[in-house]
């Protein structure tokens, strides 16, 4: 699947959740949500994938998990915080490099109107 199409689709997915349930719940509700979301539109994901660090040729495991990877191509990482912060950016964009993806969705579901939450970012 070309990559614009399936960030669409996945936006679109988002959008449905934030349509069904608003602003105001708990990050891991929205998470559980999108990756149901993803299941019934036959989306592929993985949820909580652990992403280890490499360091001076060692795969370390630090602990970090993206929130969802997408048909093992899209990085989506779930916020429910009052506004997207350049810290929030960059550890989008962290995880990009460490995992060697390319695009990646930030998408905070803490606003009226979910497309004012939605960040792409492409590494």
Known sequence: MEINSLTEQVIGAAI????SLGPGLLESAYEECLCHELHLRKIMFER???L?????????????RLDVLVAGAVVVEVKTVEAIE???????????????????????????LLKDGIRRKIL
Do not use: D, S
Not at 16 to 19: G, I, L, P
Not at 91 to 105: A, D, E, P, S
């Open 86 to 112: 350049p810290i929030h950016e960059a550890q989008l964009l962290t995880y990009l490099k460490l995992g060697g993806w390319k695009v990646g969705l930030l998408i905070n579901f803490n606003v009226p």
């Open 48 to 50: 909580q994938y652990v």
């Open 16 to 19: 449905e959740v934030h349509r």
């Open 52 to 64: 280890p660090v490499e360091y001076k040729g060692v795969k370390l495991n630090c602990g970090y």
